[in-house]
């Protein structure tokens, strides 16, 4: 018997049973994905975690997860880990669009990078696969320093990095995922790209007295060199791609404030002090 593909039937799904339908997180337990999960359950819709280790797995690089992720999924958070500018990233994204909107999922919002090159090739895939798409640019998050990648720097008192005196608006996690879900639940977005950033360009120097300010302790910053800091990722195991990023920072693309927080949600997006403030009070930093 011939049947018809699922997105067919999705065509015609009420109101009602869109926002019944779950939502697919990529993701879901990382520093946007996480509070987007919890922003939707906030709402009463239903969220779907997709990472390695989630009730659900999702892997990137393994395609055969992808079909159960996607099960009944009315739309989805598309995040690229590690990087939407590493090679295979456009390929891998492109594919999974496809998959996902022959599937019946009928919106996909995507995480991607401020001034990537390689992001814009990402997202150009995803909108070739045919659903109804919002793209998120973010520049670097506020939360670098406090879950991930600059955690430990704070906690020893030393930012040793390769960004001489260049500046960044640096954007809160919590702004992004206000965007997000904006994007997945109201269709006055779809179809829109948002470049977001904080309020602000700071240099890491004013990034090391912000967050002196709100441990009361002392957190200098450190210019290094590329090579230094490519030689320090290689000791610690991590991909030396990841020193390429701060070219995003120190060749002054992304130094300018962009309002896409405020074009998207009508308010004004979080400061730094605000946020080192409110991540000091966690107790993130405490040596």
């Given at each position: 018997?011939?049947?018809?593909?699922r997105r067919?039937f999705?065509?015609a799904?009420?109101?009602?049973?869109?926002?019944?339908?779950p939502?697919?997180?990529?993701?879901?337990?990382?520093?946007t994905?996480?509070?987007?999960?919890?922003?939707?359950?906030?709402?009463?819709?239903?969220?779907r975690?997709g990472?390695?280790?989630?009730e659900?797995?999702?892997?990137?690089?393994?395609?055969?997860?992808?079909?159960?992720a996607?099960?009944a999924?009315?739309?989805?958070?598309?995040?690229?880990?590690?990087?939407?500018?590493?090679p295979?990233?456009?390929?891998?994204?492109?594919r999974?669009?496809?998959?996902?909107?022959e599937r019946?999922?009928?919106?996909?919002?995507?995480l991607?990078?401020?001034?990537?090159?390689?992001?814009?090739?990402?997202e150009?895939?995803?909108?070739?696969?045919?659903?109804?798409?919002?793209?998120?640019?973010?520049?670097?998050?506020?939360?670098?320093?406090s879950?991930?990648?600059?955690?430990?720097?704070?906690?020893?008192?030393e930012?040793?990095?390769?960004?001489?005196?260049?500046v960044?608006?640096?954007?809160?996690?919590?702004?992004?995922?206000?965007?997000?879900?904006?994007?997945l639940?109201?269709?006055?977005?779809?179809g829109?790209?948002?470049?977001?950033?904080?309020?602000?360009l700071?240099?890491?120097?004013?990034?090391?007295?912000?967050?002196?300010?709100?441990?009361?302790?002392?957190?200098?910053?450190?210019?290094?060199?590329?090579?230094?800091?490519?030689?320090?990722?290689?000791?610690?195991?991590?991909?030396?791609?990841?020193?390429?990023?701060?070219?995003l920072?120190?060749?002054?693309?992304?130094?300018?404030?962009?309002?896409?927080?405020?074009?998207?949600?009508?308010r004004?997006?979080?400061d730094?002090?605000?946020?080192?403030?409110?991540?000091?009070a966690?107790?993130?930093?405490?040596?």
């Amino acid at each position: 018997m011939y049947r018809l593909p699922r997105r067919d039937f999705n065509v015609a799904m009420s109101t009602q049973e869109q926002n019944t339908a779950p939502i697919l997180v990529i993701g879901g337990t990382g520093k946007t994905g996480r509070r987007v999960v919890e922003r939707l359950q906030r709402l009463g819709r239903p969220a779907r975690s997709g990472s390695r280790s989630s009730e659900t797995p999702f892997v990137w690089e393994d395609e055969s997860t992808w079909e159960a992720a996607l099960d009944a999924v009315s739309a989805a958070y598309v995040t690229y880990s590690p990087d939407l500018a590493f090679p295979g990233a456009k390929e891998a994204v492109g594919r999974f669009a496809t998959f996902a909107v022959e599937r019946g999922v009928r919106r996909l919002v995507l995480l991607s990078g401020r001034g990537e090159e390689g992001a814009v090739a990402s997202e150009d895939a995803l909108k070739a696969a045919g659903g109804d798409w919002t793209v998120v640019r973010a520049n670097w998050f506020n939360q670098n320093f406090s879950e991930s990648f600059f955690l430990d720097s704070v906690r020893s008192g030393e930012l040793a990095l390769p960004t001489g005196d260049s500046v960044e608006p640096f954007v809160d996690a919590d702004d992004i995922a206000d965007v997000v879900v904006a994007a997945l639940t109201d269709e006055r977005h779809i179809g829109k790209t948002y470049e977001l950033s904080g309020p602000r360009l700071l240099s890491f120097h004013d990034v090391a007295r912000e967050l002196s300010a709100a441990t009361g302790r002392t957190i200098t910053y450190i210019p290094v060199s590329v090579d230094d800091y490519r030689a320090a990722l290689r000791e610690l195991g991590e991909p030396e791609e990841f020193a390429d990023l701060f070219t995003l920072i120190v060749d002054g693309r992304n130094a300018s404030l962009v309002h896409g927080v405020r074009e998207a949600l009508g308010r004004e997006p979080k400061d730094f002090a605000d946020y080192a403030k409110e991540a000091a009070a966690t107790g993130c930093w405490d040596a």
